[in-house]
């Protein structure tokens, strides 16, 4: 168990739909990271905030958006889904902005239908 | 930005033989270098890392190379057992607020009993 935790462990919806993908970091870590994890993308990196800020973006598209709260949970928003976005998306944490390793959640499975 | 080749996508080899698996990198910026354990349905989870200024690390059966003039780097397990079976993923990370981590396509190691 690496400290990480997301919600939900699966989530199905429909094409159009909206949803909200959360996580909370291990006890400490300030920066959160978010990867989708596809079959033909592999494991792409999507988003970084750094307590409460944003500090890296990734291959994002325009329909997701995320935050970092004050308590340093954070939230994936992706919206207007399409097939294509069924994948498993992870979330990491690490203590610092920068050089630091991460330690993954156990990720969510989206399936959009 | 960052672009990591990973190689082979798939490695057999016998139980009690060494693996090796090899990635290189673009970014002669970036610095960190972390090695990844991923089993069906599960988070990627941290084998080992690697820092720029260290040419080898190792840790029990795992070791990792850097080269930063060539700009690869390798991961090195031997005495390999069944457990080991899963996907090894390669990773870079430049910082400065660029990307997050970089994967490799990764590697499927089987160990053959």
């Known amino acids: 168990d690496s400290g990480v935790t997301q919600t939900p462990k699966h989530l199905i919806t429909a094409t159009g739909q909206r949803v909200t993908l959360r996580c909370s970091p291990r006890s400490g870590d300030l920066s959160v990271y978010w990867y989708q994890q596809s079959l033909d993308q592999g494991l792409q990196f999507l988003i970084q905030?750094?307590?409460?800020?944003?500090?890296a973006k990734g291959n994002i598209l325009e329909r997701f958006s995320a935050q970092q709260f004050p308590d340093l949970h954070s939230e994936l928003n992706l919206s207007s889904l399409e097939l294509g976005d069924s994948a498993l998306y992870f979330c990491a944490s690490s203590a610092l902005a920068d050089y630091n390793e991460q330690f993954f959640g156990p990720g969510t499975r989206l399936t959009v239908l | 930005g960052e672009n990591v080749e990973q190689h082979p996508s798939t490695l057999s080899v016998q139980e009690g033989d060494s693996a090796v698996i090899k990635c290189t990198y673009s970014d002669s910026a970036s610095n960190y270098f972390p090695w990844y354990k991923q089993e069906l349905g599960k988070r990627p989870q941290l084998i080992i890392d690697i820092r720029s200024n260290v040419g080898e690390k190792k840790d029990q059966r795992i070791a990792v190379t850097l080269n930063k003039t060539a700009k690869h780097f390798s991961l090195h397990i031997t005495e390999t057992q069944p457990e080991d079976s899963a996907v090894y993923f390669c990773a870079a990370y430049s910082g400065g607020g660029a990307d997050g981590l970089t994967f490799g396509k990764g590697t499927h190691l089987i160990i053959q009993p």
């Open positions: 905030y750094y307590n409460g800020e944003e500090r």
